[in-house]
């Protein structure tokens, strides 16, 4: 059993953290506090070839694995969730059921785009009512040569950036979940519209916003998959997505741990560094631990789909222990700088909000207890 990264990895991961210092954390603050949408950012990693790192060559990505994509979204996340967070909901969301479910039609026409990073992607899954629902209360009816949908999705991240969303939304009522079906929708579609931007705690540059769908018609050839494939489409977008969502907790649990181990090496308590006292030295501890061991959760997660085998509980768990690991490693970290983590302008203070919706989206923890524990068998 090897656990050694390759070459490569290595590669990737020094390349994405030059570029986190040149051209990331300078702004990170100033995207969290005005907020702002880093969009030069996003046009930078697309030139890099970042935005569409595990999808072939032919339709515009990197060709890369997927634990390549796991560490670059580690990497972007430790210098700002905002920008780490993007890139997987572009990636995962969006990228992952076209490459998985499209035509090749599709993935040459829709998938290339979002790949090199021309447009941004976005899927919109939380019906108004806040719940993570495939069969909510989005419809879509065929008329001639054409499908049209209605219905509104709240909660939904790059929603006023992309160029295009995946949208779930009922085909066949009488069949329940077995009616729900997945589409391809342009967002410049006469009758889509964003509505209300969300303001955030946490990843406040990350535009998050209310999308309606009014008689908006799509061509018949923009259905994802077979008609009644939603619940399947939808299921395996979350298993590649809480991937994504593990990576992106890792990177601030990992900032949390590298800003505590700088803090405690300069700040001089009683004639020492409160690094030298031995509560600071057992928190350090236990930080380093967890996070070495949500990494080693979250790559093996992203080993087992490279591999071909089984990855949907592994995904779970990795996101489960990883997003709590942020939430558990942030507090610590506001708690190591005392009063001056919980200022604004403390980086601590912004990993420790931007920890909190880890264990919120793409399934809550306890929900992903429950799946993890149903698969047990």
Same mark, same amino acid.
């Given at each position: ?13 020094? &390349? ?7 051209? =990331? ?5 100033? =995207?969290?506090?005005?907020? &702002?949408?880093?969009? +030069? ?52 969301? /969006? ?12 993935? *040459? ?24 629902? /495939? $069969? ?20 939904? %991240?790059? $929603? ?8 779930? $939304?009922?085909?066949?009522? &009488? ?5 729900? %079906?997945?589409?391809? #929708?342009? #967002? @410049? ?13 946490? *990843? ?5 916003? +209310? ?19 939603? =619940? ?5 977008? !979350? ?6 969502? @593990? ?16 803090? %405690? ?10 690094? $030298? ?34 990855? %949907? &509980?592994?995904? @779970? ?30 980086? #601590?203070?912004? !990993?420790?909000?931007? @920890?909190?919706?880890?264990? *919120?989206?793409?399934? *809550? ?13």
């Amino acid at each position: 059993m090897d656990f050694n990264l390759t070459e490569e990895h290595e590669l990737i991961r020094q &390349s994405v953290i030059e570029f986190c210092d040149r051209y =990331v954390c300078p702004i990170a603050d100033g =995207v969290d506090d005005e907020p &702002s949408f880093p969009a +030069e950012t996003i046009k930078k990693l697309a030139e890099l070839d970042l935005m569409g790192i595990p999808y072939p060559v032919e339709y515009g990505g990197a060709g890369a694995d997927y634990l390549s994509y796991i560490i670059v979204i580690e990497e972007l996340s430790r210098a700002c969730t905002t920008t780490g967070f993007t890139v997987e909901c572009h990636t995962s969301m /969006a990228g992952f059921p076209l490459f998985k479910f499209g035509t090749e039609e599709q993935k *040459t026409k829709y998938l290339t785009p979002l790949c090199k990073g021309e447009i941004l992607g976005s899927l919109a899954m939380t019906d108004p009512g806040g719940e993570t629902d /495939a $069969a909510g209360s989005t419809t879509a009816v065929m008329d001639g040569n054409e499908w049209v949908l209605n219905g509104s999705n709240l909660f939904i %991240s790059n $929603a006023a950036v992309a160029g295009l969303i995946i949208v779930f $939304a009922m085909t066949d009522a &009488s069949k329940g979940t077995e009616g729900v %079906s997945a589409f391809i #929708v342009p #967002v @410049a579609t006469p009758g889509f519209q964003i509505g209300r931007y969300l303001k955030k705690i946490g *990843t406040r540059g990350s535009v998050t916003a +209310e999308v309606s769908l009014q008689d908006c018609r799509i061509p018949v050839e923009n259905l994802l998959g077979g008609q009644g494939q939603g =619940v399947e489409i939808f299921l395996r977008t !979350l298993d590649g997505a809480r991937m994504g969502i @593990a990576a992106q907790a890792l990177g601030i649990a990992q900032a949390a741990l590298d800003e505590s181990i700088k803090y %405690s090496k300069t700040r001089i308590q009683f004639g020492k560094p409160i690094g $030298a006292f031995e509560a600071v030295q057992i928190m350090i501890g236990n930080m380093a631990t967890e996070v070495q061991a949500a990494r080693l959760l979250t790559y093996h997660a992203a080993w087992c789909y490279d591999q071909g085998l089984p990855y %949907s &509980s592994q995904a @779970a768990m990795a996101k489960l222990f990883a997003a709590e690991t942020a939430s558990r490693q942030t507090n610590r970290a506001v708690q190591i700088h005392g009063g001056i983590g919980y200022a604004k302008g403390a980086k #601590v203070e912004r !990993l420790y909000r931007d @920890a909190i919706i880890t264990a *919120t989206y793409s399934g *809550t923890s306890d929900m992903l207890r429950l799946f993890i524990a149903a698969a047990q068998g």
